[in-house]
């Protein structure tokens, strides 16, 4: 089957402090990756997304790489500020040879960045 | 341009009652989506259109649960006799639709908060 295990939060980090986000997955045919970030009082964006292997996403500071082997694409930035807290939620969407047009998404994970 | 627009943003109901949800896609898109956000199970697909027709509803929790979508653009989502577990926020999300291109990125509208009373 398809699915998307991330780590739970809350993450709380200090202004400038690195950031990892791990996220692993399970996945039928060739899967696209994506990380979508939820701010306070707003809706799902997409952050970044990667659609085949090795290709990395960047967005803002942040990266991910998509991780075959390890079937992993975990979220990181160098230096975090208050304005990045937020919930990330990391996502696959299996495509049409793994049967499936949709996103299949983590359970999300809560970042609280403090000055 | 406009992105994706739903409405109502909030909807409070008796349990027992119908409820209908609207999307308007972004213009042009003709994929569209429909998830659920709830506290208890996270972020889950409902039901996928590709124009009008919806080749995977496979997300729907229920038969009280059903969306059609006309004219390849506005969808409706309808939950006929709301339970209290169907509380939630109601999100939906087009694509282009790119015939032969899945995997494209989604692009989310701000939710329907569903409360039921």
């Known amino acids: 089957g398809n699915s998307v295990t991330q780590m739970e939060g809350p993450v709380t980090l200090s202004e400038e402090a690195f950031l990892t986000i791990n996220c692993t997955y399970t996945a039928t045919g060739y899967p696209s990756l994506f990380w979508y970030v939820q701010y306070p009082g707003e809706g799902l964006q997409l952050l970044l997304k990667a659609t085949k292997a090795d290709d990395k996403g960047s967005n803002k500071g942040f990266e991910a790489t998509y991780r075959k082997e390890t079937t992993s694409f975990h979220l990181e930035k160098g230096s975090v500020q208050v304005s990045d807290s937020a919930v990330y939620f990391c996502a696959l969407n299996p495509g049409m040879r793994g049967g499936y047009n949709k996103l299949i998404f983590g359970a999300g994970t809560r970042l609280a960045v403090h000055p | 341009g406009a992105g994706v627009s739903q409405s109502p943003s909030n909807k409070v109901t008796e349990k027992g009652k119908d409820v209908e949800l609207r999307c308007d896609p972004i213009s042009g898109h003709t994929a569209l989506y429909w998830y659920r956000q709830s506290l208890g199970q996270g972020l889950e697909f409902l039901i996928y259109f590709q124009g009008n027709s919806a080749p995977d509803k496979s997300g729907l929790p229920s038969d009280r649960f059903s969306a059609e979508r006309t004219g390849g653009s506005v969808s409706t989502l309808t939950i006929q006799r709301t339970q209290q577990e169907d509380s939630a926020v109601y999100l939906c999300?087009?694509?282009?639709?790119?015939?032969?291109?899945?995997?494209?990125?989604?692009?989310f509208g701000p939710g329907t908060r569903l409360l039921v009373l």
């Open positions: 999300a087009s694509s282009p639709g790119t015939p032969g291109l899945t995997q494209e990125t989604q692009y």
